[in-house]
C-alpha cells in the first residue's frame, strides 16, 4: 500500500512540475496571453513538459490494477 501511494505521489509531483516549469517558460519568453494565444510550438514545449507525469501516472495505474 505504501509503494502504491508513493508511486502516485510522486505522479502528480511530476504534472504539477510540469506545469510550473510551462509556466516559468512562458514567463521567461514574455509571452502574454492577452496579446496573444499560445502557438504550436508553445504547446509541443507544454505537451513535452508535462506529459511524463501523465506518462508515469498510467504506468502506476497499470500496475496497481494488475
Known sequence: M???RKGLI???AMIVAGVAAFFLFLFVTGHDPDESPLTLV???IGGILIGPGFGYL???RRA???
Open 42 to 44: 508553445e504547446w509541443v
Open 58 to 60: 498510467v504506468k502506476w
Open 64 to 66: 496497481r490494477d494488475g
Open 10 to 12: 510522486v505522479a502528480l
Open 2 to 4: 505504501q509503494d502504491s
